[in-house]
């Protein structure tokens, strides 16, 4: 069995222990690259920008350039997907940044996300256990909340009014790491255990910083390289299969 299999059935036994001696367990579940994959919506937005009207007239040598796949999992935006192209025009850059984010930070392409392997089924195994199951997400409810409910229930992640919570940023300018840190410390002395599911270390730093009753799980998949993560912090990697 692998360390990744190992934390995984660990998780899941201390929960039904936890239900057994009536203790109330947590898991806060970030969404983008901790539960979903999101490689398949900045695929879809790229191969629409192809067949964009504006990027094929302005831009036709740069649209030759880009090619299938385009985007590879551990891609961070749009960036290495033009550098493997051989795309240096700063102004396509730019222009493409604004395309793909719009779309990307939107309702409408929620829809091509897929879940890591197992990870509906994992949530699902937690909440049938008695977890409270929060998705605690740096999406913003203006722009995404519409989607992300559809997405959820997509999925088959459990989403109910008692059990399940689901937590976006009011505003786009809110900043990830003060809104989750702070969403978390107003549940700290409601619950006696609490596991927190994040792939970006800048936000677990904080969050390991100023609660540390919490359990940290690092889902290994992609982050912003904003900081670096920890080797002390338990680890899953891409997949909540386990054998
Ligand atoms: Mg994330």
Redesign the pocket.
Known sequence: MSKYDELLHKIIEDVSSNSKFNKSTHCIF?????LFNVTSRTEKILSELIDDKYFINNFPSEIKKLRKPLVNHDDWGIKEALIRSGIECPKFYEKAKKYWAKRFFSNEYLKFDIPYAGASEFVNELYSLGAHITYL??RDQIRMLVGTVESLKQWNFPVDLKHTSLALKPKSSDEDTEFKTNYINKLINQYESLYFF???PI?IHQVERLIPKIKIIF?D?V?SGRADPLDHWPKINMRFSRN
């Open positions: 970030d969404l983008d690259s901790t997400t740096g994040e792939n970006e936000i889902m998949s982050h």
